[in-house]
């Protein structure tokens, strides 16, 4: 078995063609979780290598991972083939980037250099033209005609397809880096055009590695493969801190036996060291937290890969001293602590409701440095300024993510507020998090407002986009709003379901003569997915519920769900306890109409505006931030909308 560390310029030298084989899965990497992070790491070496100017860079090279193929005997006159057994999906969205990359290049005028990245994306020889031998990549069956669109664009292409889409991504981001336009921060890449498109241009060809492994030779290939995959334990980047912080403890005559004990004996056990879902990869809790806490104490972006060699930096100069060492180990003791207590937190608090809705619903780990500076004894933040700022940043996440705008910017907002706060007083951290929220004005980092949401929310498709269980959360929240001190102690109980009051299947029993015309029957699919015809019921009566129609006058007779004969107004009326679904009953007797479905949309935007205060409608009278950082208090007070601890949900 043959493994070697190569470049793209070595990985598709000469004429190289890469299959993919027809059994493997389509193309499923998308911008949050792979290509933003994977072109953030690209612009990284390239911007090394612009600021180095000639000399060694501070970030040589990247590892893209790994892939694992099999060479085919050569054959005169054609290509050389591979069969790609592992590692697919990166093979893939490398030649979508470099293609991207070399037309942006070329259209900047940068022609010897979009000479030299052609090399790495085509095979030139006229025996290939119009072949998919062409490419250096041939996709799997499913996916190659949007390949050959993405990489030999076509006016008469129809359709979406996420291989279309990358390459669109990394066009973009790569005319905006050659260009020089500013990030959301205002921080323009550094340099001229034509250094920076030189250094992309390298950083493409020779400052991205693949660990390439070729099982030619072998019967057994495929056992081999499985090996790899699919045996063994891990090591953990904690398991290497570990070693380290325990090596630079002995040189300063440390207790490590004690340390051990006081310090790392919990972060050994099962729940630290589990895996959990982190996008589409699984990682321990030690590794996630460990790059969190330094997202957070560097107040940097921290990527995975490089979270064991940024803590010895970090750390190196405290380990330096007993003294030191310990008062390290410490605080890193008890800010874990803090993170594994936050899944306990009780939800009518600020800390509690955020990790539960931002955190664990939303799935933006990304917040978590955010929260764990907020919560961490090193800063001692007043607690109304923990409910300031967390308060607006739960606003500002489900605000952008009911109104289906990009979260892909995340992790540099984290970074930014996190700069921001170091350098602003403790005593107005939650002020300084508002402010700096509502000074958005970057697409990628809007904070809507009330107005945005009246707008936009009543008409936008959300079941089907957003996960039902993001949207539950949404309407529990409301839920928990239209309760009173008169209603009853009860608490919500746990995973209750969205119900369509019009149902999806509205054809059966909701369309009597005359039947709809074809666009108002599409216009009718697209209402019932909105916000004003969802409901929550619990499993056993949405079965029930079914496509009944509403009135028992027109579900006479009707049998199925076990009870005869009751539309689905008498059915909520008689099971349903929740306030949300009472005002259906009350207000609507006889018809629930597209009418209805639209007025009550406008309702229920104006409770989630209630429920998660939003910027001040006169986004110009903000409290503004100093070039120092330091911010200007603002007279106007504000906090997190109160929650009801009566009403907590399971």
């Known amino acids: 078995m043959k493994a070697d560390a190569l470049s793209p310029r070595q990985l598709f030298d000469g004429k190289m063609h890469y299959e993919i084989p027809p059994f493997q899965r389509p193309y499923v990497w998308n911008e949050e979780d792979q290509w933003a992070p994977l072109w953030a790491d690209v612009v990284r070496v390239a911007e090394s290598r612009v600021v180095a100017a000639g000399a060694e860079p501070t970030v040589p090279h990247h590892f893209l991972g790994a892939v694992v193929y099999e060479s085919k005997p050569p054959v005169v006159g054609d290509v050389t083939r591979h069969m790609v057994i592992d590692g697919q999906q990166r093979m893939t969205t490398l ?25 790495l994306i085509l095979n030139r020889s006229s025996a290939f033209r119009g072949k998919p031998e062409r490419f250096k990549l041939s996709p799997s069956k499913h996916d190659r005609p949007a390949f050959a669109q993405a990489m030999d664009p076509k006016p008469d292409w129809v359709g979406e397809h996420r291989i279309v889409s990358a390459h669109e ?97 919990d972060f050994d056990d099962d729940w630290w060291r589990a895996e959990i879902v982190q996008g589409r990869h699984q990682r321990s809790r030690i590794d996630i937290f460990v790059q969190y806490w330094l997202t957070m104490r560097l107040s940097d ?78 800063h001692k933040v007043p607690e109304k300024q923990i409910e300031t700022a967390l308060g607006a940043l739960e606003s500002w996440v489900m605000r952008r993510t009911l109104l289906r705008m990009t979260m892909k910017d995340v992790n540099k907002t984290m970074v930014s507020i996190l700069k921001l706060l170091e350098r602003s007083p403790i ?45 539950r959360v949404v309407l529990e929240a409301i839920e928990r709003k239209l309760r009173t001190e008169f209603h009853e102690n009860v608490a919500l109980p746990a995973k209750l379901e969205i119900e369509h009051v019009m149902p999806q299947s509205w054809q059966t029993h909701w369309n009597p ?79 629930w109409s597209d009418g209805d479905i639209e007025a009550r949309a406008a309702e229920l935007t104006g409770h989630i505006c209630e429920v998660w205060i939003g910027p001040p409608a006169d986004a110009q009278a903000l409290e503004t931030i100093r070039q120092d950082g330091s911010s200007i208090p603002s007279q106007q007070t504000w906090s997190r909308a109160p929650t009801n601890a009566s009403h907590d949900l399971v």
Not at 325 to 350: C, G, I, K, M, V
Not at 443 to 463: I, Q, V
Request: aromatic share 8%; hydrophobic share 40%; net charge negative.
């Open 513 to 591: 003569e005359p039947r709809l015309p074809p666009e108002q029957a599409a216009d009718r699919d697209r209402r019932i997915q909105t916000l004003g015809n969802l409901t929550l019921v619990s499993k056993s009566l949405n079965g029930a519920l079914s496509n009944r129609p509403w009135t028992d006058t027109a579900a006479a007779g009707m049998t199925s769900g076990g009870e005869v004969g009751l539309g689905k107004r008498s059915l909520l009326e008689k099971y349903s306890l929740l306030v949300l679904s009472k005002d259906l009953i009350k207000e609507h007797p006889d018809a």
């Open 95 to 119: 030649q979508l980037m470099i293609d991207a990359v070399q037309a942006a290049v070329a259209e900047r005028g940068h022609d010897l250099l979009a000479e030299d990245l052609e090399e």
């Open 301 to 378: 972006e921290v990527k995975t890969e490089q979270v064991f060699r940024v803590f010895t930096e970090y750390a190196a100069p405290c380990m330096r001293s007993l003294e030191g060492a310990n008062q390290l180990l410490s605080e890193f003791r008890r800010d874990a602590d803090t993170y594994r207590a936050l899944a306990n937190l009780p939800e009518d608090t600020a800390q509690g409701s955020f990790y539960s809705r931002v955190i664990e619903t939303m799935g933006l780990a990304a917040t978590s440095p955010l929260l764990l500076w907020l919560l961490s004894d090193k």
């Open 169 to 265: 991504f990394f066009s973009n981001e790569a005319r905006a880096w050659l260009t020089g336009t500013p990030d959301a921060d205002g921080n323009a890449p550094p340099g001229t055009e034509k250094a920076r498109a030189a250094a992309l241009s390298a950083a493409l060809r020779d400052g991205l590695y693949i660990v390439a492994i070729n099982l030619t030779g072998h019967d057994d290939s495929q056992l081999i493969f499985e090996t790899l995959n699919d045996r063994g334990t891990p090591l953990l980047k904690a398991d290497l801190i570990k070693n380290w912080v325990f090596q630079q403890g002995a040189k300063v005559s440390a207790d490590v036996e004690d340390w051990s004990e006081t310090h790392w004996v």
């Open 427 to 471: 005593e107005t951290a939650g002020d300084t998090v508002r402010s700096f929220l509502s000074a958005q004005r970057a697409d990628a980092r809007l904070w809507p407002t009330d107005d945005t949401m009246k707008a936009e929310l009543p008409s936008l498709k959300l079941y089907g986009y957003l996960r039902q269980t993001r949207l």
